[in-house]
């Protein structure tokens, strides 16, 4: 009897231990997180930059402020053309130039004498800004704007008053055309000397403040974000190290910016959740010019661009700039078709859908933190492990040899951003081994990494440095046709 009570004793206290060491629960969040509205804007991906505005008429990149209204006068403007052709080239929004450089509104703005109301289109009764938000809603596209703060135009640019004056400007659009469902604000850091010769002090908190007031949810691009940041470079290529987090105390905008190679990587001990949005134009200028007609960039080049941005933990805003017709030239258009058609051919078939997957430990050895969840397209399911372990191994076993150049691995990074450090080998199928395939630093929301191709049955992610248990939620293998 006495002998029983000691044995069930030892039992439940062998069992409570046990069961304390199994952990059945999510892990913690690590560092900063996205919020909803990242989150949502990090699933959007790609989306078209449109510059369109007098520079559009004249072979000039930045209008001095200075040129005659007039000079806007798109024969056939037709925004709608914009919105199907983004649309139809799989871009999930638009974001428009209402304001450049020189000052010249879009829309009849009521804080300016330099609007298309001072132009000869539509005998000064248009609106392109209208237009574009109505062409988006109708084709189903997010919509934003780029608001140049540098008003080259502007009498009181350079005088504290302006920042009340561009305030206004801002809630007038917000008010006026519907803000409230505007996806982005652009802020460019550009920041030159008004007509007094003098550089305008901006109160980006009052900027800021007024956004968040017309939507919340509206995210706020800088060179330092606040919710997302520059890439650091027009070319469209996001560090292959990349955290979407950031360090801005003593940092601002423009000349304040951190350096270039900082906002090109992100900083691994950011304090702040802002990703990296690549902008880059698909000809040499942001602005419309015939002298560019055959310049546009080929499918090869578009290609690279994409797997330098999206596949690195990066958004992709690509400028499609409308010719003085107002309407998107046919050789953009038929080169965006082609490029979709690219994405298309490489990505048809996910090689690693019904893979066999073996990891090296799951997190309280719960099902619903298993391997599986790495094949299942279901976004929000996670593989990961118990919270001490930082290096672990997951096995993709094809069950049979396939070729693939492409592997495409997502973090969950509602729990933050955690891998530093991996490296992938693939089983040599002639010498019985594995060999290494390729060694790589950072994942995020989603990398893309490309290599020359290989015939396997099975390749081995080991992720060796994590800054706390790794949290990954998807595993794609893609064949690309093209030459990579
Ligand atoms: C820059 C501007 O100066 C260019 O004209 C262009 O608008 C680009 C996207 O941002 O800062």
Redesign the pocket.
């Known amino acids: 009897m006495k002998n029983n009570k000691f044995f069930l004793c030892t039992l439940w206290g062998f069992i409570f231990t046990l069961s304390s060491c199994v952990n059945h629960t999510p892990p913690e969040s690590y560092g900063p997180v996205p919020k909803a509205s990242q989150m949502k804007w990090h699933k959007m991906e790609y989306y078209m930059?449109v510059?369109f505005g007098p520079n559009t008429f004249t072979d000039v990149?930045?209008g001095d402020g200075k040129e005659n209204p007039k000079v806007f006068n798109p024969a056939n403007l037709d925004c709608r053309q914009w919105a199907e052709i983004a649309r139809n080239a799989g871009m999930k929004g638009i974001i428009l130039?209402v304001k450049?450089?020189d000052g010249f509104c879009l829309w009849p703005s009521q804080y300016s004498t330099h609007t298309v109301r001072e132009s000869l289109w539509k005998d000064g009764k248009g609106d392109v800004l209208k237009e574009f938000v109505a062409a988006c809603k109708e084709y189903g596209l997010e919509y934003g704007v780029?608001v140049?703060p540098?008003d080259r135009n502007h009498p009181a640019y350079g005088t504290p008053e302006y920042n009340r004056i561009y305030a206004n400007t801002l809630a007038e659009i917000y008010q006026n055309y519907d803000g409230a469902n505007m996806f982005e604000q652009?802020f460019?850091?550009?920041n030159g000397e008004g007509p007094n010769g003098k550089k305008q002090e901006y109160d980006w908190t009052l900027f800021e403040q007024t956004s968040y007031e017309a939507n919340p949810n509206m995210i706020l691009f800088s060179d330092i974000g606040p919710d997302c940041r520059w890439i650091g470079n027009?070319k469209g290529i996001a560090g292959e190290t990349n955290w979407a987090r950031l360090n801005t105390a003593g940092f601002g905008r423009g000349h304040d910016a951190p350096a270039n190679e900082v906002l090109n990587t992100g900083e691994m001990d950011g304090q702040h959740w802002i990703p990296a949005e690549a902008?880059v134009?698909i000809r040499p200028g942001?602005?419309y010019s015939p002298f560019t007609d055959d310049k546009v960039k080929t499918v090869n080049q578009l290609m690279d661009i994409y797997f330098t941005s999206v596949g690195r933990n990066a958004n992709l805003l690509l400028?499609v700039p409308p010719n003085r017709e107002g309407r998107i030239a046919s050789v953009d258009s038929l080169r965006l078709m082609e490029f979709k058609k690219a994405r298309e051919n490489t990505f048809a078939e996910n090689l690693a859908v019904n893979a066999t997957i073996s990891v090296s430990e799951v997190r309280g050895n719960a099902k619903g933190f298993s391997g599986k969840n790495l094949t299942d397209n279901d976004y929000d399911s996670y593989w990961t492990t118990n919270d001490a372990t930082q290096t672990a191994w997951v096995e993709v076993d094809l069950n049979e040899p396939k070729t693939f150049n492409l592997l495409l691995l997502q973090e969950y990074i509602p729990l933050g951003q955690r891998i530093a450090g991996f490296r992938v080998d693939f089983w040599n199928v002639s010498t019985n081994e594995w060999n290494s395939l390729l060694e790589a630093t950072t994942i995020g929301y989603k990398r893309i990494l490309r290599f020359p191709a290989v015939t396997t049955n099975k390749i081995r992610i080991d992720i060796q440095k994590s800054l706390a248990c790794p949290v990954l939620n998807n595993i794609e293998l893609y064949n690309a046709p093209h030459s990579l």
């Open positions: 930059f510059h990149e930045w130039t450049h450089h780029y140049s540098w652009w460019d850091g550009a027009e902008d134009s942001w602005f400028n």
